[in-house]
């Protein structure tokens, strides 16, 4: 059986691993097909491709911060591009842009967190970011060096999350604009974790029809944070929409206590994905 794990995250982002380390901790699991998809970055696929263990294939994406813009109403979601043009001028625009969102974003948090008093400060977290786009994962992490909370789940669930009066919105991309930039740069698009509903509010049936319309070319179904009433209701809208079904961990090192390819993808899917390329740009897939 080929493993197949396409929703993973480095040190160029929130993750623990570098990308040289992520690369052999999958070969060591007995990954076959791993995928890169750091938030709104490409900073780790050449480290990873450098460091690719013989019979591990790369997949390179990444994981792009969008949002769905209805009448009175805003739900972000995230949208995994794969295999797409990274020199692209309008993709690189759009990944500059949030990544500066990002940085304003957790630093803002920061703030409101210094200003209620809790022992934390903006370069305890660049500091740990380490030069990857910085998340909440990373202020998380400094909230345990400090002795707030007792691992970085905790601080998800209470001073992080959605909720808290501490939280700050991220600057977010219009995920339909953000489907044609990756398609017209040669690229497909998975919905990533469509019904994770403890991270907060999901969008409707409707909006993942429109998605398809435009281009999205699958579904993240098999995924840590999806319910299995969630699971089976979203394949059935993958077959009506004509979407490819994938499964991933979303694993992020010590930051989640997720395992490599705790879901996978199947090898069908995996090739239905791939032909959905656009063949007049090159596949940016390694074998070695």
Not at 58 to 81: D, K, M, Y
Not at 186 to 202: E, I, L, M, N, S
Not at 220 to 231: F, G
């Amino acid at each position: 059986m080929v493993v197949i794990d396409l929703h993973t995250h480095s040190t160029a982002s929130d993750g623990t691993d570098t990308p040289e380390q992520l690369v052999q901790a999958a070969a060591a699991a007995g990954v076959d097909v791993l995928a890169i998809t750091d938030h709104d970055t490409t900073a780790g696929w050449d480290p990873a491709e450098a460091a690719l263990p013989a019979g591990l294939t790369l997949v390179q994406g990444t994981e792009f911060s969008c949002a769905w813009f209805g009448p009175n109403r805003r739900i972000g979601l995230h949208l995994l591009g794969y295999l797409y043009d990274r020199d692209d001028a309008e993709l690189r625009e759009a990944r500059a842009r949030l990544r500066e969102s990002r940085l304003h974003r957790g630093e803002a948090i920061v703030n409101n967190l210094i200003g209620a008093g809790y022992p934390i400060t903006w370069e305890q977290v660049t500091d740990i970011s380490a030069g990857g786009a910085v998340g909440r994962p990373h202020i998380g992490r400094a909230l345990v060096e400090s002795g707030v909370v007792p691992d970085v789940g905790a601080a998800f669930a209470d001073l992080l999350s959605p909720f808290s009066p501490y939280y700050v919105r991220n600057y977010d991309q219009d995920v339909f604009d953000m489907i044609r930039l990756v398609r017209n740069a040669g690229g497909v698009t998975v919905f990533a974790h469509p019904r994770a509903r403890r991270r907060g509010q999901v969008v409707a049936d409707e909006v993942i029809a429109e998605m398809a319309a435009v281009g999205l070319d699958g579904l993240e179904i098999d995924h840590p944070d999806l319910a299995p009433e969630d699971r089976a209701d979203l394949r059935v809208l993958a077959d009506q929409f004509d979407l490819v079904r994938t499964g991933s961990s979303d694993y992020h090192g010590t930051n989640k206590p997720i395992r490599l390819a705790a879901e996978t993808t199947t090898h069908d899917q995996y090739e239905a994905l791939l032909s959905r390329r656009n063949t007049a740009v090159a596949p940016i897939v390694l074998t070695t």
